[in-house]
């Protein structure tokens, strides 16, 4: 509740600030918040390999040649079959 009564009173005092701005247009997060969104919650980093997808799929062929590698409608085609 306590966050809730903070916002509302962001909100009122922006309306006090400048009646003119639009309710919509009103930030109702404190910077530090607005900082833990975008950048913690929201961090995607992560380390990525070199492989591209190519390459899995190049092995698959290579080393499971006759493993089903795709199946549309009922028709299954082989990794050999594919290429």
Avoid: C, K
Wanted: glycine share 8%; proline share 5%.
């Amino acid at each position: 509740m306590q966050g809730f009564a903070d916002r509302f009173v962001m909100v009122l005092d922006a309306i006090i600030a400048d009646v003119a701005v639009p309710v919509g247009e009103i930030d109702l997060l404190a910077p530090a918040e607005r900082d833990r969104i975008l950048h913690e919650w929201n961090d995607t980093g992560y380390p990525v390999g070199s492989e591209l997808l190519l390459d899995g799929y190049r092995r698959a062929v290579a080393t499971s040649p006759d493993a089903v590698a795709v199946v549309f409608e009922g028709v299954e085609l082989t990794y050999r079959e594919f290429v």
